[in-house]
């Protein structure tokens, strides 16, 4: 089968890569895993370089090739492979990965010595510190290029995962890390080999390409400019969700009518519709496959939230000098002049669906790959619902930030970089690793195991994914402090409590109210009050509770308050005292509070949820009421 | 219609477009409405222009009907459990629950006068103008000497039919389709004010009731209509919203369907989210879904021949005893020769994060994120005091810095379905002529993993050999392309979706037993028109020369290459062809031995006669023998 593929690790596991190499562990493990389950009869070989050990075929054949270990040889894919790659040993000498590359080449070979027959593939995984050795004859570069060579004339790809930046614990020598990058990059001139450079152990994880399914074209054919004007262009899925593919136990559903006596009806208000399909074939919307232009339009008349769906790629014909030139005039010319391009495609003969979309150029620093295009779903007029927000300009000035506020958020958004200048850029999607599917795999394997295994929790390395970077927060502390300080503590924890008190039925012991009710500042007016009679309750009752002569007046007014909330309620049309009686409540539990008389209070409480009607509204409004 | 169907995996997310539980919370959105229109004689005479190209003018009653009809075809069938009436007032008949007078409730039988719409509605509805002034006629309601006052008794009408269902479940609505900016014009004095003022109460009572009116006026450009009048107060417009309330061009009809459906969409939070900014800081933030793919429509299975709606069960059965179990909600995963069975609250549990919140991580420049970084529609978010007070200052100030600084904010969704990694796009207000375009907040764009996103352009790199990139006279030919192809106003509201338009046609056409299915336009074509003028074919024929050469003939590059795969298919159709002959394809069907051949053996015929080879053996067998007509 041509779509099988044999893969050789090349892994540096020398001293300078011990800190990584739990890392390295869980990306090649969980590499074979996604094998063992998609690509069952994929071969998979696994090389360290940077062990106190030799072994491997070459050295026996022809001597050298040091501190070298073939730890799997070629085969196919299988449980064990997972577990050893689960334990990789840690060498103890500096490893040259010319040697380990030349190794991974001679198994592939020896394996496969006809091209074609599979796809040949290296992946090498090192710092790219240690200076490979001088060679007898020629330079290290001659050395390097007639590998490289090799590998082309063999269909090799390779794939080079160098670690560096913070992940690397002792400085690197400059002179050998820019000879080995030198040296790289003639791999990369001469074969197909993708050079990532990663500098945390988040991206590090994202950088292998785990998935392997052969991707295949959504349409072949001619992007339309006019009728007379066409460019071969073939166009694939370049993001797509990645997700496994569970099925359901034991189900069998039950079918009595078979498909060919059902029909399908649709809602047409109450009136259920029938439509038959052949009747629905004669009438439905038979668009013509193609792929056109509608026009071009400036950047900014598409923003960015339309995009609807996951993202193409439209790439010129492969051997297709026309096609590619073509595409690349204009992917500069759009990008020299802002715009992009609007396309009806229809992918599919016999498709009934039209989609409308957007054309971005991709300009390719590359040498070896063409211009191209992405390509995102527009939606249609009925996808767009035209809902309406209050401007933030009409809003009240109270809830408008102030000068010294807008200042802090401008520092928090500027200082809290993802992307410095000139450094690695973090979570770039590219490079971010899905956590579920990581945990989903570990869960897998345990599971194989132990069919009871618990879920295991989070990967500590992916845990950078989903909560902010602690190096990131230190480093900004003042800019977090200070924005921490313009903006007080937000949540209003009184009044939500009371709304949780009233609806959890006031079944909160004393303990529960005194914590949970901030006390008020006991800064009230000492007026005697007999008997709520005054029309403001909310001021009377904040009075009287000052008038705190003796324990009896105390009680006295609790009571009074409680009659007259009953009594606002009772009498309430249709809501209209609520917001007063809630008033007094408020006030009348702060006064309990402050009083020491939290048993009055819930007891009261209590009461008022057994009252009659009326208090069904009272309750929901009062669950209704959210700011004060 | 071949629109996918959402699938039932657990990795899946399902939870974020609110119409997908429609059907759940029904209850909780309804919405009723009564339709409220003037039918007084100057309805009638006065006209407006029906579109900018057309000179024909129409009256504004019928611009208001057909306003009415469009949408009704539109709610039947995306919210049709809705409910709805249509009243008339300054009528001569009279038919109403109170008997007054001027007012008359349109219906059809089988319905409630609110209640759900039907075909029949529709259909009656659409042929009343030529029945009006026979039944229902058109009357001035509000006449000196009497105290009368249809206007009153129409809102009276619209408020008795709407008292049923709670006003915290259901949305209640009273639209009025009116040209008369001052209804009691023709009245003098303190019956005037008089008047007057018993309406604005009774609007008022309404409004209390959480009834909501609205006002879509008609006009003609020579006779503006005047808010301030009286409907300013009526339907509580303040003094800053009278400038934006006329819409600039609003007597034309599409205006006024576009407004109509504008209004006609009810805002529904999706989630209420909590943003944690630093630690110690987070606001509520509510979600909305602005965009969502629409799609034709729930399938109901019925019996082919009684249309009676089937009913789906399901059995579970147990693959070692094959006994009936109880539901399984277990899943499983072929791993390593063994199925890995898990629980629903495993699968859950490993896709639990953080729960529900948005954790801010950090910001990023806007050119960071690349055009690919995109999985499924974005989410709109807007700020909320309710729970925590500051949110929405806390959340301008952030708005504003990251527009100003151009910069996205990267945050961490913990959503239960599919955790992942969004992007946040500060969106400034966008008001055009009038109306909003754009709303003010952040657009939540939820992004790709490593393992979401494809290599394409790398795996080709080899096949390439050679890359040659345009020359600058190249693209200068692409740019002049480009500046004649030009679409100035483009917005992405102008296209229908074509195929859901034939669909809705169709059922329309089925459920109202019209005889022909109305023409749908595509609007998605290019203009071929725009691109025959002279100076785009130029433009076109020198960048064709500038990339591909002078004598470039295309039919010969499409023959000279025929790809590998179609070579592939060439030689094993001849070879399928020349097996085929050493079978007596009829007598093996006449005898009943198809059956009795390997698939290999059938999909000779098939491949032979360039039929499908797909299914199992009894499926080829069967078209095999559909194809011999047997």
């Known amino acids: 089968m041509a779509n099988k593929e044999a893969l050789v690790l090349l892994l540096d596991v020398g001293p300078s890569m011990h800190s990584v190499i739990p890392v390295i562990e869980k990306l090649c493990s969980m590499l074979v895993q996604k094998k063992l389950i998609y690509n069952r009869h994929d071969k998979v070989g696994v090389v360290l370089f940077g062990t106190k050990e030799t072994y491997n075929e070459l050295t026996l054949e022809l001597g050298g090739y040091r501190h070298v270990v073939v730890l799997k040889n070629l085969k196919d894919v299988d449980g064990d492979m997972v577990e050893a790659l689960q334990k990789l040993p840690r060498g103890t000498k500096d490893g040259d990965f010319l040697d380990a590359i030349v190794v991974g080449m001679d198994m592939l070979i020896k394996m496969y010595p006809k091209a074609n027959k599979v796809k040949k593939r290296l992946c090498l995984i090192t710092n790219a510190q240690c200076p490979i050795k001088a060679s007898i004859e020629g330079t290290k570069e001659e050395q390097v290029t007639t590998i490289a060579k090799q590998m082309s004339v063999h269909g090799t790809r390779m794939e080079s995962i160098i670690v560096r930046g913070k992940l690397c614990r002792k400085k690197a020598n400059k002179t050998t890390a820019s000879e080995n990058h030198r040296l790289l990059n003639i791999f990369s001139k001469e074969t197909s080999t993708r050079i990532v450079y990663v500098g945390n152990p988040v991206s590090l994880f994202g950088a292998l390409k785990t998935q392997n399914k052969t991707p295949h074209t959504v349409f072949r054919g001619d992007l339309e400019l006019s009728s007379k004007m066409k460019i071969k262009v073939w166009v694939y899925k370049k993001t797509i969700e990645e997700l496994p593919n569970l099925k359901k136990c034991y189900e069998s559903p039950d079918i009595v009518v078979p498909s060919d006596q059902r029909v399908r009806g649709y809602h047409y208000g109450p009136q259920l519709v029938p439509m038959s399909k052949v009747a629905l074939d004669a009438v439905k919307f038979k668009p013509e496959k193609g792929v056109k232009l509608l026009g071009f339009t400036n950047s900014s008349n598409v923003l960015r939230h339309y995009y609807m769906k996951d993202v193409n790629i439209f790439i010129p014909e492969p051997e297709n000098t026309n096609a590619m030139l073509a595409l690349s005039a204009l992917a500069r010319a759009m990008k020299e002049m802002n715009k992009v391009a609007i396309l009806r495609c229809v992918w599919r003969r016999g498709q009934t669906k039209v989609v409308i979309g957007v054309l971005t150029p991709n300009i390719s620093d590359k040498e070896n790959i063409p211009d191209s295009f992405y390509f995102n779903v527009l939606p249609f007029a009925e996808d767009v619902r035209e809902f309406q927000f209050p401007s933030f300009s009409k809003l009240p000035a109270a809830l408008q930030p102030n000068q010294q506020q807008l200042e802090a958020a401008a520092n928090l958004v500027e200082m809290l970089d993802l992307a410095p200048c000139g450094k690695e850029k973090a979570l770039l999607p590219d490079f971010t690793p899905n956590p579920v599917l990581e945990r989903f795999y570990r869960c897998l394997e345990l599971k194989s195991k132990n069919p009871g295994a618990a879920v295991p929790p989070i990967d500590e390395t992916l845990k950078k994914i989903t909560e902010p970077d602690s190096n990131l927060v230190l480093k900004n502390k003042s800019v977090i402090d200070s924005f921490r300080r313009c903006f007080e503590p937000n949540e209003n924890p009184r009044h939500k409590k009371l709304r949780r008190l009233l609806l959890e039925k006031s079944s909160s012991s004393e303990e529960d109210c005194n914590r949970d009710i901030t006390p008020l500042p006991s800064n009230l007016i000492e007026v005697k009050v007999d008997s709520v009679c005054n029309p403001t309750p909310p001021q009377v009752f904040e009075a009287m509770s000052g008038s705190r002569n003796t324990q009896d007046s105390v009680v006295k007014a609790i009571k009074d308050r409680r009659n007259k909330i009953f009594e606002l309620i009772d009498e309430s049309n249709d809501g209209d005292n609520y917001p007063e009686a809630l008033q007094c409540l408020t006030a009348l539990q702060e006064k309990c509070i402050v009083d020491q008389e939290s048993e009055q209070f819930n007891d009261f409480l209590r009461r008022l949820w057994n009252f009659d009607r009326n208090l069904q509204n009272f309750r929901g409004y009062l669950a209704s009421r959210d700011s004060p | 219609m071949d629109f996918e169907h959402e699938s039932d995996d657990p990795f899946r997310d399902d939870e974020d477009d609110p119409d997908a539980h429609l059907s759940l919370e029904k209850e909780s959105t309804k919405e009723y409405v009564v339709y409220l229109v003037d039918a007084s004689p100057k309805m009638f005479t006065s006209t407006c222009p029906a579109s900018a190209d057309d000179q024909k003018e129409e009256s504004h009653f019928h611009i208001a009907l057909s306003c009415i009809s469009q949408s009704l075809k539109n709610q039947i069938i995306n919210r049709s459990y809705d409910e709805l009436a249509i009243c008339f007032f300054n009528t001569r008949e009279k038919r109403n629950l109170q008997e007054l007078s001027g007012v008359f409730v349109f219906n059809v039988p089988e319905r409630d006068y609110l209640d759900r719409p039907t075909a029949r509605l529709i259909k009656e509805f659409d042929r009343i103008e030529e029945s009006f002034a026979k039944d229902i006629g058109s009357q001035h309601g509000i006449v000196?000497?009497?105290?009368?006052?249809?206007?009153?008794?129409?809102?009276?009408?619209?408020?008795?039919?709407?008292?049923?269902?709670?006003?915290?479940?259901?949305?209640?609505?009273?639209?009025?389709?009116?040209?008369?900016?001052?209804?009691?014009?023709?009245?003098?004095?303190?019956?005037?004010?008089?008047?007057?003022?018993?309406?604005?109460?009774?609007?008022?009572?309404?409004?209390?009731?959480?009834?909501?009116?609205?006002?879509?006026?008609?006009?003609?450009?020579?006779?503006?209509?005047?808010?301030?009048?009286?409907?300013?107060?009526?339907?509580?417009?303040?003094?800053?919203?009278?400038?934006?309330?006329?819409?600039?061009?609003?007597?034309?009809?599409?205006?006024?369907?576009?407004?109509?459906?504008?209004?006609?969409?009810?805002?529904?939070?999706?989630?209420?989210?909590?943003?944690?900014?630093?630690?110690?800081?987070?606001?509520?933030?509510?979600?909305?879904?602005?965009?969502?793919?629409?799609?034709?429509?729930?399938?109901?299975?019925?019996?082919?021949?009684?249309?009676?709606?089937?009913?789906?069960?399901?059995?579970?059965?147990?693959?070692?005893?094959?006994?009936?179990?109880?539901?399984?909600?277990?899943?499983?995963?072929?791993?390593?020769?063994?199925?890995?069975?898990?629980?629903?609250?495993?699968?859950?549990?490993?896709?639990?994060?953080?729960?529900?919140?948005?954790?801010?991580?950090?910001?990023?420049?806007?050119?960071?994120?690349?055009?690919?970084?995109?999985?499924?529609?974005?989410?709109?978010?807007?700020?909320?005091?309710?729970?925590?007070?500051?949110?929405?200052?806390?959340?301008?100030?952030?708005?504003?810095?990251?527009?100003?600084?151009?910069?996205?904010?990267?945050?961490?969704?913990?959503?239960?379905?599919?955790?992942?990694?969004?992007?946040?796009?500060?969106?400034?207000?966008?008001?055009?002529?009038?109306?909003?375009?754009?709303?003010?907040?952040?657009?939540?764009?939820?992004?790709?993993?490593?393992?979401?996103?494809?290599?394409?352009?790398?795996?080709?790199?080899?096949?390439?050999?050679?890359?040659?990139?345009?020359?600058?006279?190249?693209?200068?030919?692409?740019?002049?392309?480009?500046?004649?192809?030009?679409?100035?106003?483009?917005?992405?509201?102008?296209?229908?979706?074509?195929?859901?338009?034939?669909?809705?046609?169709?059922?329309?056409?089925?459920?109202?037993?019209?005889?022909?299915?109305?023409?749908?336009?595509?609007?998605?074509?290019?203009?071929?028109?725009?691109?025959?003028?002279?100076?785009?074919?130029?433009?076109?024929?020198?960048?064709?020369?500038?990339?591909?050469?002078?004598?470039?003939?295309?039919?010969?590059?499409?023959?000279?290459?025929?790809?590998?795969?179609?070579?592939?298919?060439?030689?094993?159709?001849?070879?399928?062809?020349?097996?085929?002959?050493?079978?007596?394809?009829?007598?093996?069907?006449?005898?009943?031995?198809?059956?009795?051949?390997?698939?290999?053996?059938?999909?000779?015929?098939?491949?032979?006669?360039?039929?499908?080879?797909?299914?199992?053996?009894?499926?080829?067998?069967?078209?095999?023998?559909?194809?011999?007509?047997?």
């Not at chain 2, 800053?240 to 369907?257: H, I, Q, R, T, Y």
């Not at chain 2, 679409?487 to 056409?509: E, M, T, W």
């Not at chain 2, 609007?523 to 004598?551: C, H, I, M, Q, W």
């Open chain 2, 144 to 630: 000196p000497g009497t105290r009368e006052n249809s206007l009153y008794n129409a809102i009276w009408v619209a408020q008795a039919l709407l008292r049923k269902g709670s006003a915290k479940t259901v949305d209640k609505r009273v639209l009025l389709f009116t040209n008369e900016d001052d209804p009691f014009g023709c009245i003098k004095g303190a019956i005037k004010s008089d008047m007057k003022r018993m309406t604005l109460q009774r609007a008022k009572d309404a409004q209390d009731l959480g009834i909501s009116i609205e006002l879509l006026p008609l006009s003609h450009p020579s006779d503006p209509f005047n808010v301030s009048q009286l409907y300013a107060e009526l339907i509580g417009l303040e003094e800053d919203e009278l400038a934006d309330f006329m819409p600039s061009a609003g007597n034309k009809l599409e205006d006024m369907k576009d407004q109509l459906r504008k209004r006609m969409f009810k805002k529904r939070i999706v989630k209420k989210l909590k943003f944690i900014i630093v630690d110690g800081i987070s606001i509520e933030l509510n979600s909305y879904a602005l965009i969502r793919p629409t799609v034709p429509g729930a399938i109901t299975w019925l019996d082919s021949v009684t249309n009676q709606p089937l009913k789906s069960e399901r059995t579970f059965i147990c693959a070692d005893t094959g006994a009936l179990v109880e539901e399984s909600t277990k899943r499983f995963h072929p791993y390593k020769n063994q199925n890995i069975v898990f629980s629903t609250k495993e699968l859950s549990e490993i896709k639990r994060f953080s729960t529900g919140h948005l954790h801010l991580l950090g910001f990023k420049p806007l050119s960071c994120l690349k055009d690919y970084y995109n999985l499924k529609p974005s989410t709109f978010l807007y700020p909320s005091d309710e729970a925590m007070d500051g949110s929405i200052c806390i959340f301008i100030a952030l708005h504003r810095s990251m527009i100003q600084l151009k910069r996205f904010a990267v945050a961490f969704y913990g959503g239960s379905s599919r955790p992942q990694l969004v992007a946040l796009i500060a969106q400034d207000e966008v008001i055009q002529s009038g109306g909003q375009i754009e709303p003010p907040g952040m657009h939540m764009i939820y992004l790709p993993y490593s393992d979401d996103i494809r290599l394409v352009e790398e795996r080709h790199s080899e096949k390439v050999g050679m890359v040659t990139r345009a020359s600058n006279d190249q693209i200068k030919k692409a740019a002049d392309v480009i500046k004649r192809i030009d679409l100035k106003d483009f917005s992405i509201c102008q296209f229908a979706n074509p195929g859901l338009q034939r669909h809705y046609a169709v059922l329309q056409a089925l459920a109202l037993e019209e005889d022909e299915i109305p023409e749908i336009k595509d609007e998605t074509l290019p203009d071929e028109e725009g691109l025959a003028r002279p100076g785009v074919v130029k433009a076109l024929e020198e960048f064709k020369t500038s990339v591909y050469g002078e004598n470039y003939d295309e039919e010969c590059e499409a023959n000279a290459k025929p790809s590998e795969a179609s070579k592939k298919r060439k030689a094993q159709a001849e070879v399928a062809t020349k097996e085929c002959e050493n079978y007596d394809w009829s007598e093996l069907a006449d005898t009943g031995k198809l059956k009795d051949l390997t698939v290999v053996e059938l999909k000779y015929y098939l491949t032979a006669h360039n039929l499908p080879v797909s299914g199992k053996k009894e499926a080829l067998v069967s078209r095999i023998l559909t194809h011999m007509k047997k």
